[in-house]
């Protein structure tokens, strides 16, 4: 069958492909119909050219989400019908793999060109073969541009471990954009009291609306505002969920005196500077975590927070969607500040 996919070339113009995929499939293997696919910030950053991380023609897309049509004859996990998304794609095999850490695995698809000569997953396609084990089934009744959240909320849930969030601990989350509003909402599931920073309206709005203390960054001083609000004590956990130098300086100023602890979540292009003086950081026992990637058990996580709807990520979806022949405009809007997930719609 022909599958078409779109592509990035060298010069960043988006453009619509076609291939032929196999005809059987081996025993392990699924044929997914996939109807969307959302446009991550790496996604659209490289087709900025703000992030040359993969070679061309790339066929990126790694949210996707659809419906299995056919199954191989070891297939055990899912069955025709069943809505799934894009998970875990390492090979199992390499070091990294066999560590659980398969974020960085040695051979993982995309890193290195296919037969064809192409780089990247193939998520931005009508139709695709994936091997059972990169497949998570989710709840039927989801939409299945939310279903496609399962990457980027097993990003959090990984970073989560990594800050170890008790329940009642006190939390800022910095940026209240796609990000940030999942780490908020997998913080409150694990107990936690969270408040959100944020400067642009939209989405201070979508904030408010999905119940979260807000702090207007164009009304007040974050870090006055966190201060008044913990009799100066400041919090436990700041998740700095933009790529910001004055964030970055902000996440430090609202943490306890003691034993705080801060997550830089997010990337930044151009890359932002950690303005801290190493004494300070030494003397208050800060914890300056990092964290990227996920692996299978954070996968299963977020699946389960996805289909038991444990976490609302409708609100961080754009309500204008697009065609895989408009995948030009598509980037155009995703890459426009202020926006939430832009969808393509491939089915």
């Known amino acids: ?36 696919c959302n446009i991550c910030t790496t996604d659209y950053q490289q087709w900025m050219g703000l992030r040359e991380h993969q ?9 996707g989400a659809g419906i299995v049509e056919k199954i191989g004859s070891a297939v055990t996990t899912v069955k025709p019908g069943d809505l799934v998304a894009v998970g875990n794609v390492g090979c199992g095999i390499c070091e990294a793999c066999r560590m659980g850490d398969t974020t960085n695995c040695e ?23 994936r091997n059972e084990r990169v497949l998570y089934k989710l709840s039927s009744d989801l939409d299945p541009a939310e279903a496609g959240f399962l990457e980027p909320v097993a990003t959090v849930c990984k970073g989560m471990k990594k800050l170890r969030l008790q329940p009642q601990e006190t939390v800022v989350v910095i940026g209240a954009g796609t990000m940030g509003m999942v780490n908020a909402q997998v913080a409150r599931c694990l107990g936690a009291r969270v408040t959100i920073s944020e400067i642009m309206p939209k989405k201070l709005e979508t904030a408010k609306s999905m119940g979260f203390d807000v702090i207007d960054c164009n ?25 910001s130098t004055k964030a970055n300086a902000q996440a430090l100023e609202m943490l306890k005196k003691i034993d705080g602890r801060m997550l830089l979540f997010a990337a930044g292009y151009p890359v932002p500077d950690l303005p801290f003086d190493s004494n300070v950081i030494h003397y208050r026992r800060v914890e300056i975590i990092g964290t990227f990637g996920e692996n299978a058990e954070d996968f299963s996580m977020a699946a389960k927070l996805l289909s038991t709807r444990a976490i609302d990520v409708s609100k961080i979806i754009e309500p204008k969607r697009f065609k895989l022949d408009d995948c030009q ?13 832009v969808c393509l719609e491939l089915n």
């Open 55 to 63: 070679g061309y023609p790339m066929a990126g897309g790694h949210e």
């Open 107 to 129: 051979n993982k698809k995309g890193r290195v060109p296919n037969a064809e000569g192409i780089y990247g997953q193939f998520g931005f396609a009508d139709y695709n073969i």
């Open 329 to 341: 405009a598509a980037f155009e809007a995703a890459s426009t500040p202020g926006m939430y997930r």
């Open 1 to 36: 069958m022909k599958q078409r996919y779109e592509y990035l070339e060298k010069d960043h113009v988006s453009k619509v492909g076609v291939r032929e995929l196999p005809d059987e499939l081996a025993p392990n293997e699924v044929l997914v119909k996939q109807l969307t």
């Open 219 to 243: 009304e007040k001083d974050p870090v006055e505002a966190v201060k008044e609000m913990t009799n100066g004590m400041g919090v436990d956990c700041v998740i700095v969920a933009v790529g």
